[in-house]
């Protein structure tokens, strides 16, 4: 049996995009320690950093969106985000950087094709560094991030309880 081609294209994030991507998000915060949310979202309750993600600035949304033959509905593969990596004016120029796939969209290129979309969307901005928080063990999370140029800089031990345990948090520092 032919399989359907399919083609992976990245775009911004979008108001439509906020069902799939909230269902992408609490999937981690049910099945595992990758987000220390511990509490499912509604859509409605992820509007709020959905908006914080604008088509232009130092805080992106990008999504990838997996397409078929024409007339089949597109699905959603994953997102990778830039946002403010702490409150305080003298962080404007550091940005966190995250990558969310869905379940079944691993091992596909799909983290690469979404990181290299959005470091090329803030090539033009005031950034100074983008920085990632990784809860080991996560090779594949480690590999994309080293891929892109990040570095390790230091472990936040035991930082976060989910599950009835305590994580590790690994830094790692892009300079952009």
């Known amino acids: 049996m032919p399989s359907e081609r399919t083609e992976v294209q990245v775009r911004p994030?979008?108001?439509?995009?906020?069902?799939a991507l909230t269902d992408i998000y609490n999937y981690y915060v049910r099945e595992t320690p990758i987000t220390f949310d511990t509490a499912v979202f509604t859509p409605e309750e992820r509007r709020p950093w959905l908006l914080?993600?604008?088509?232009?600035?130092?805080?992106?949304?990008?999504v990838?969106?997996?397409t078929g033959s024409p007339g089949n509905s597109q699905r959603i593969l994953g997102y990778a985000?830039?946002?403010?990596?702490?409150?305080?004016?003298?962080?404007?120029?550091?940005v966190e950087v995250t990558v969310y796939l869905a379940p079944d969209a691993g091992r596909r290129g799909v983290g690469t094709l979404l990181?290299?979309?959005l470091f090329e969307a803030?090539?033009?901005?005031?950034?100074?560094?983008?920085?990632?928080?990784?809860?080991?063990?996560?090779?594949?999370?480690?590999?994309?991030?080293?891929r892109f140029g990040f570095r390790y800089v230091g472990t936040y031990r035991?930082?976060?309880?989910?599950?009835?345990?305590y994580w590790d948090v690994a830094w790692y520092e892009k300079e952009l």
């Not at 930082?159 to 345990?165: A, D, E, H, I, M």
């Open 13 to 19: 994030g979008a108001e439509g995009d906020l069902e």
């Open 52 to 62: 914080s993600h604008p088509e232009d600035g130092p805080h992106r949304l990008m």
């Open 64 to 66: 990838a969106e997996e």
């Open 81 to 94: 985000t830039s946002s403010v990596f702490r409150p305080k004016a003298a962080y404007a120029t550091s």
């Open 115 to 117: 990181y290299k979309a």
């Open 122 to 146: 803030l090539a033009g901005e005031d950034l100074h560094r983008a920085y990632a928080g990784i809860v080991p063990p996560n090779e594949a999370s480690v590999r994309l991030h080293e």
């Open 158 to 165: 035991e930082v976060g309880r989910k599950f009835s345990r």
